[in-house]
């Protein structure tokens, strides 16, 4: 219909292939770090917690014996 319209298509999408190139790089990284962001929190962080309280408990044990 309008052929200055595709030319400023063609011209937006070479401009956005850079900026699609970079994003292709960050992406891993930061699906990496929000999947690491959820499960340190949920699964991770109260393992360590229940062993360190039971290694706690056992010290105490032996002291009082």
Excluded: D, H
């Excluded at 200055?4 to 900026?19: D, H, I, T």
């Excluded at 960050?26 to 290694?55: E, F, N, S």
């Amino acid at each position: 219909m309008y052929p200055e319209s595709n030319r400023f298509q063609r011209f937006l999408l070479s401009g956005l292939v850079k900026v699609l190139e970079a994003m292709q790089r960050i992406a891993a990284p930061m699906i990496g770090g929000m999947v690491t962001a959820t499960v340190l929190p949920l699964l991770v962080i109260p393992a360590l917690y229940y062993i360190w309280k039971q290694w706690e408990g056992r010290i105490q044990f032996s002291q009082k014996q």
